[in-house]
């Protein structure tokens, strides 16, 4: 069983930066494909950034592409996504995701994920 914590979110203004953390207990890492989701006001969950398992590239969407960067801390068991250049719309709350079985054509699919954190807010609002 894994568990996930998200900390490190708050309110920022545009331009500003935040970095989240999500610390995970009861896993080896490099067994997991690690993600991150972020949900916006009213919107569906949608795909940030990821680690594949198996593949040392890392993954990010269109929309953080260049501001959002991921990073990790394997003896602490804690993945980083450092956000910069933030807009009003990265407002959200952002998850960190676990899973073993996700291949590369369901990576940004937040159904396949099995294990999942309680969530942090992120506000940009000047």
């Known amino acids: 069983q894994v568990q996930l914590a998200e900390s490190g979110g708050g309110l920022v203004q545009p331009g500003g930066s935040l970095k989240l953390s999500c610390a995970a207990s009861?896993?080896?890492?490099?067994?997991?494909?690690m993600a991150w989701f972020r949900q916006p006001p009213g919107k569906e969950r949608e795909f940030v950034a990821a680690?594949?398992?198996?593949?040392?590239?890392?993954y990010y969407s269109d929309s953080v592409r260049g501001r959002f960067t991921l990073s990790r801390d394997r003896a602490k068991n804690t993945m980083f996504l450092q956000m910069n250049s933030l807009k009003p719309e990265d407002t959200a709350v952002y998850y960190c995701?676990?899973?073993?079985?996700?291949?590369?054509?369901?990576?940004?699919?937040?159904?396949?994920?099995?294990?999942w954190g309680q969530g942090t807010q992120v506000t940009v609002s000047s």
């Open positions: 680690f594949k398992r198996g593949d040392s590239r890392e």
């Open positions: 995701a676990f899973d073993r079985g996700i291949i590369t054509s369901t990576l940004r699919l937040p159904q396949q994920y099995d294990y």
């Open positions: 009861g896993h080896t890492f490099s067994a997991y494909t």
